[in-house]
């Protein structure tokens, strides 16, 4: 499975995103959290029962909803992802739309 990683801030404090596609149900899942203090998730579509469906539609509401943006590549790149090698793949995406692939 690939998973596609967003650093940024919010209320001062840094933050990472991890947006990901599991190849064996197609659903999405989104993890938000500080970077300081990963047990604690600003948001999980794991403990979210309205993300039944996990749409990427629906997790783009959930970023907004929480006053996170990242770069519309990644919402491309994770639609994409088929994940045909079955690859481990950590894949940062960065502001100018470009990415880093770090293979497992």
Known sequence: MKRHL???SRDGREVVV???RDR???EFSLQVSYVDDTL???YSSLSDSRARMKTLEYLRTVLTRIGIRIPESMFTAVASDTDRTHEQQI???FDDG???ITRL
């Open 6 to 8: 967003y650093h940024t």
């Open 18 to 20: 991890t947006l990901s």
């Open 24 to 26: 064996h149900t197609a």
């Open 40 to 42: 604690t998730p600003i």
């Open 91 to 93: 894949v940062e995406h």
């Open 98 to 100: 470009s990415t880093r």
